[in-house]
C-alpha cells in the first residue's frame, strides 16, 4: 500500500456510498452513477447492455465469431451480459461450457489457430488462474513463435478487479498481471460506450486481446451518443480519452477508478482548490503514452488511480514512463500512486472499505499533491 494511501484511507470514514454498496452493489452503483452521468439528451445504456449489444452486432456480421464459457447460454451468462444471444445463434456459436477453465481456454485458443474467432468468457478473471498457461503461453506468444504463420484471433472477457465482499481470492485486478505480456493486447472499460467500442475492437482485431470489465459497473447506465450505437463503432485500442480537462493536476485512471476520480476532480473545482484534468486509460496494453505526456506537460502535476495492488501495478508502470520521457522536466511534484491496498483483500467489510480506494480517498491525495513542491 502506497504511503500517502494508506494515511489517506486511515482517516477515510465509510460513508452511505460504501454501505449501500455492500447491500446491494449493482442498484447502488446504478444509482450514484445516474446521479452523476446522467444525460438529459440521447440514450442511457448500461454496461452489461452495451457489452450484449456488441456482442450481438459482431456475431450478426461474422459467422466466425462464437462465444463460450460457464451459463452463457441457458443462463444468459452470470452476469446476464449473454442474455438472448443462445436463442438467436443457437447452441453451436453460444456454448455452455463445464467448470473446467483451463480445458475451455485451450479450445477456443486452438479453434482460434484454425481461423474461427472465439469469445472466451470467464465468469471472473480470478478464475482464468487456471487457464493463464493456455492465455500467456499459447495465444500470445504462438504468432511470434510462428514466424508470423499462425494467428490467432481471440477474446478473453470477464469481470475484474475487486466486487463487493467475495474475499481475497475472488478480488484480484489482473491488469498489470496481462499487461506486462508481449503478444497480448489489454484493455479496460469504464463506462457504456468504452464497454461497446472496446469490446467490438476486441473482436475485429487479429490478435489475443484481454477485456477487463468490473462486475460492480455492470448494471450502471451511462449515455450513449448517437455515433456509440451504430454498429460500425469501435473504440481505437490503444488511445486514451481525456473525460474532464484541466489545468493544475492531471489524473489517470482506469476501469471503475475513472468514476471516482471524476467526482474527486469535480469537488476539488467546485471547492476552487485545484482544476484537474482526468484521463480515462481504456487501454493497458498498449498504453497511451502520449495522451499522459503532453497533459502533464500542461499541468505539471500527476496521481495515478487503480484498483490493484501497488507493487509493479499500473500506476508503477506510468510513472515509470513519465520518468523516462520529456515529461519528467515539467514536473512540479513528484508523481504519486493511489492503489488498492498492499495485502489480500478482506473479506469483513470494516476493513474491505478500508482496501480500495474511493472519491474521498483521491480528493485527500490530491490536495497533498497540490501542496507539495519537488525537492519540498
Request: hydrophobic residues 40%.
Amino acid at each position: 500500500m502506497s504511503s500517502i494511501l494508506k494515511k489517506a484511507a486511515v482517516v477515510s470514514i465509510p460513508n452511505v456510498r460504501q454501505a449501500l454498496l455492500r447491500s446491494n452493489p449493482v442498484l447502488a452503483s446504478s444509482l450514484l452513477a445516474k446521479r452523476a452521468y446522467n444525460s438529459k439528451n440521447g440514450v442511457e445504456m448500461t454496461v452489461r447492455d452495451a457489452l450484449n449489444s456488441a456482442l450481438e452486432e459482431e456475431m450478426t456480421a461474422d459467422e466466425k465469431i462464437y462465444l463460450l464459457g460457464e451459463e452463457v447460454g441457458q443462463y444468459n451468462g452470470a452476469y446476464k451480459v449473454s442474455k438472448g444471444l443462445l436463442d438467436k445463434f443457437g447452441p453451436k456459436r453460444v456454448i455452455d461450457t463445464p467448470i473446467t477453465e483451463s480445458g475451455f481456454c485451450g479450445l477456443a485458443v486452438g479453434s482460434a489457430f484454425a481461423g474461427l474467432k472465439p469469445v472466451c468468457e470467464f465468469m471472473t478473471w480470478n478464475f482464468a488462474m487456471q487457464a493463464i498457461d493456455q492465455i500467456v503461453n499459447s495465444a500470445a506468444k504462438t504468432h511470434y513463435m510462428s514466424g508470423g504463420n499462425v494467428n490467432c484471433p481471440i477474446t478473453f472477457r470477464g469481470p475484474n478487479g475487486a466486487a463487493a465482499g467475495v474475499a481475497a481470492q475472488h478480488s484480484q485486478c489482473f491488469a498489470a498481471w496481462y499487461g506486462s505480456v508481449p503478444g497480448l493486447k489489454v484493455v479496460s472499460p469504464w463506462n457504456s460506450e468504452d464497454a461497446k467500442g472496446l469490446l467490438k475492437a476486441a473482436i475485429r482485431d487479429p490478435n489475443p486481446v484481454v477485456v477487463l470489465e468490473n462486475e460492480l459497473m455492470y448494471g450502471v447506465s451511462f449515455p450513449m451518443s448517437e455515433a456509440a450505437l451504430s454498429k460500425d463503432f469501435v473504440v481505437e485500442i490503444g488511445k486514451a480519452k481525456i473525460e474532464k480537462a484541466g489545468t493544475d493536476i492531471t489524473i489517470v485512471a482506469h476501469s471503475r477508478s475513472v468514476g471516482f476520480a471524476l467526482e474527486a476532480a469535480m469537488l476539488l473545482e467546485k471547492e476552487g482548490i485545484c482544476s484537474a484534468e482526468v484521463i480515462n486509460l481504456r487501454s493497458i496494453r498498449p498504453l497511451d503514452t502520449e495522451t499522459i505526456i503532453n497533459s502533464v506537460k500542461k499541468t505539471n502535476r500527476l496521481v495515478t488511480v487503480e484498483g490493484g495492488w501497488p507493487q509493479y501495478g499500473v500506476g508503477s508502470e506510468i510513472c515509470a514512463q513519465i520518468m523516462e520521457s520529456e515529461a519528467f522536466d515539467h514536473l512540479d511534484a513528484p508523481v504519486v500512486r493511489v492503489t488498492g491496498a498492499d495485502v489480500p483483500t478482506p473479506y469483513a467489510q470494516n476493513l474491505e472499505a478500508y482496501a480500495f480506494p474511493d472519491t474521498e480517498v483521491i480528493a485527500r491525495v490530491i490536495k497533498r499533491t497540490m501542496n507539495k513542491k519537488i525537492g519540498a
